[in-house]
């Protein structure tokens, strides 16, 4: 399916809940298109992996389905976002704090947001979802054991690399990451809804058909 895609309306925030598909359609867009895919939790999961003094200080909310303080965040996403003028923010912003400094630092770059697309999917599918889910820990790039397995268990088809499944995937600690989104993240549905920048995804669906919609309502904000 092809989409006539303005270069402003590719710079986006992904929002949804833990498994909602937010890092799988943004690998998709990167291969379509050639966006930057900037996703938070894998910058911190490197650091974790590298032991720098952020990692350190990320490792432990992280482990607990938290969330990383908004500071050592922003500090984070500062040089990110002037590297490009096309991206995928993928995991953030996570806090209405978060949001704002976003906003100013775009206003700053002078790059606003094409939009802000949310997506949505059922408890019941999330937890399944990061049940059945295998990260290639190098690259970010998943696969589910069902729907959507890669061609040799637990190798990465693109790069020969292993896959692994990660910690925070443990049934606990996805309870916790899910009252999270909830508690700190949701609100960010009315924060973009009021500035005429949110789309709302079905997530439940597979993967191609979500990838179909997210393709039209950004054409649709292309037109
Ligand atoms: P992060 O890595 O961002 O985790 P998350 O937001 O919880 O999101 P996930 O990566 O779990 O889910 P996803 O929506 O990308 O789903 P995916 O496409 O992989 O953050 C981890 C931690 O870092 C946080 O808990 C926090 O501590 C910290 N952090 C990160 N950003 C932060 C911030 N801004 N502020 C503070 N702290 C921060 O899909 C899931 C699975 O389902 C995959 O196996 C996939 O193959 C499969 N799948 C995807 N779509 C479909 C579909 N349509 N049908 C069937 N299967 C599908």
């Given amino acids: 399916m092809t989409v006539p895609v303005a270069w402003h309306a590719m710079r ?5 809940p833990p498994g909602a598909g937010k890092g799988t359609q943004a ?38 389905g938290a969330l990383v303080p908004d500071d050592v965040i922003v500090a984070m996403m500062e040089p990110e976002l002037g590297a490009g003028a096309a991206f995928i923010l993928d995991g953030f912003p996570r806090t209405v704090a978060q949001a704002e400094a976003l906003d100013a630092m775009l206003t700053r770059l002078a790059l606003p947001l094409g939009a802000a697309l949310q997506f949505d ?70 924060y973009y809804a009021r500035r005429g920048l949110l789309q709302r995804i079905d997530g439940l669906q597979p993967i191609e058909a979500v990838t179909a919609d997210v393709l039209r309502a950004l054409g649709d904000r292309a037109a």
């Fill in 121 to 190: 999917a059922d408890r019941e599918v999330l937890i399944e979802r990061l049940a059945g889910r295998w990260t290639n820990p190098r690259t970010g790039r998943t696969y589910h054991t069902l729907f959507n397995p890669p061609r040799v268990a637990g190798i990465d088809d693109e790069d020969g690399g292993p896959l692994v499944q990660r910690p925070d995937d443990a049934r606990d600690v996805v309870a916790q990451r899910l009252a999270t989104y909830d508690a700190k993240t949701k609100p960010l549905i009315d």
């Fill in 27 to 64: 690998q998709i867009l990167v291969g379509r298109f050639g966006a930057r895919q900037i996703s938070t939790g894998d910058i911190l999961r490197r650091n974790v992996a590298d032991g720098t003094e952020l990692g350190k200080r990320a490792k432990a909310f992280m482990d607990a």
């Fill in 12 to 16: 986006l925030v992904f929002l949804g």
